[in-house]
């Protein structure tokens, strides 16, 4: 039976170590984390190469891949950590949002380990996982100090953009999320339409490098003010720019497009952030995701923000599974333990989750 409670993690008697795995789109992964902070093992095995011939994901071949990859990631994981099943507390597996087919492979291996190690499986919500990777310790970067609440969390992945309310572990308020395409969706959109290469966002970052993010002025979708976002408006900006230079016989602009793109997307989403940020007397602000990897997006929050910001190292922003083990020990220490039938979400919004 899935049982969530209510509870607030508590001290825990001990250390709490977990199994995290992570199948939801086109990185199998597995990790070992103990407390929710110390990462023994991160292992990833991306699946981009493959996809990166389709110029996008192909849900057929990921979970194919997914099947043959996970068991062997989870060897890696355990090695890695220099443990045995036998020191694990229990298996912190995603179970959405995400594609079905990929997620099903994470379930099914956790709950096979489960089920022959007598071990509780935890059913992690991805973007849960995204927010808690702010918890994590790295090699590269301690956490000198936990976020605190209440604080405005600013998820951005290739499926979601969410602005979110966050007044305690495990308690949200969805503020606001994408009408359309999500940004990391919007980056691989135009990448592909200035020909550069799947994923788009290292892409359009490494192209903007050396671009004038004045050349274009592209439109910045402010929505009245809500708190949701847009970024289709500004795909279509680009496509009829791209259009409108090509039809000319001169050389596309590609380093000045990438720049101006990435400009209006970056303007948007660290706007509204702070804005929420005031609005909502936020104490501190956390940015997560696939695009928090964003050089720009980086600098100007750093830059522009009286908050403190907490944004995951470079290795942690995108898809891992430390994240989802870590989101597990909090899960955990709130008592949710699942059963053998839990199935995947493939659309679970985060806020579902209190
Ligand atoms: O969180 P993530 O790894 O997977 C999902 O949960 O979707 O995010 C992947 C997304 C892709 O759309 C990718 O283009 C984008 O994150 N991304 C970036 C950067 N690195 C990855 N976007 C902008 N700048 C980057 N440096
Ligand atoms: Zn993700």
């Known amino acids: ?9 508590g001290p825990q008697e001990g250390t709490i170590r977990l199994l995290g ?41 990921a979970s194919r891949q997914h099947v043959i990859t996970i068991y ?32 099903v492979v994470g379930l099914n291996t956790a709950k096979g ?34 976020p605190k ?4 969390a600013l ?13 305690d572990h495990l308690t949200y308020q969805r503020l606001g999320s994408t009408l359309d395409d999500a940004a990391g969706e919007a980056f691989d959109k135009v990448a592909r339409l200035l020909g550069l290469d799947y ?11 050396s671009g004038n993010e004045r050349a274009f002025s592209f439109p910045r979708a402010w929505l009245n003010d809500s708190w949701d976002f847009s970024f289709s408006g500004l795909k279509t900006a680009v496509l009829r720019t791209v259009r409108r230079l090509e039809s000319s016989d001169l050389l596309l602009p590609v380093n000045d497009l990438a720049a101006s793109f990435q400009a209006a997307v970056v303007e948007v989403l660290v706007t509204k952030t702070l804005r929420a940020a005031n609005e909502f007397e936020a104490e501190d602000i956390l940015i997560a995701g696939g695009v928090s990897a964003n050089q720009s997006l980086r600098q100007q929050i750093l830059e522009l923000s009286e ?9 942690l922003c995108t898809d891992n599974a430390a994240m989802i083990a870590g989101a597990g020990y909090f899960r955990y220490c709130a008592g949710q333990r699942d059963g053998l039938e839990i199935d995947a979400l493939p659309n679970w919004p985060v806020s579902e989750l209190s």
């Not at 908050?307 to 290795?315: T, W």
């Open 1 to 9: 039976m899935t049982d969530i409670t209510t509870q607030k993690p």
């Open 21 to 61: 795995i992570e199948t939801s789109c086109d990185e199998t992964a597995a990790a070992v984390v103990e407390d929710g902070n110390k990462m023994l093992s991160n292992i990833v095995a991306s699946q981009v190469d493959i996809h990166a011939q389709y110029g996008g994901i192909f849900p057929e071949v």
């Open 72 to 103: 062997p990631i989870i060897e890696q994981a355990l090695q890695q950590a220099h443990i045995t099943l036998d020191d694990v507390d229990g298996i912190a597996v995603t179970r959405g949002p995400g594609l079905s087919g990929s997620l």
């Open 113 to 146: 380990i489960a089920l022959a190690n007598h071990l509780p499986i935890i059913g992690i919500n991805h973007l849960e996982a995204h927010i808690y990777s702010a918890w994590l310790d790295t090699p590269e970067q301690a956490v000198e100090r936990n």
């Open 149 to 152: 609440f209440p604080l405005i």
């Open 155 to 167: 998820i951005v992945s290739g499926g979601h953009t969410e602005l979110i309310l966050m007044t």
């Open 199 to 209: 994923p788009g966002g290292p892409a359009i970052e490494q192209a903007a490098e």
């Open 307 to 315: 908050f403190p910001v907490h944004i995951p190292p470079f290795s």
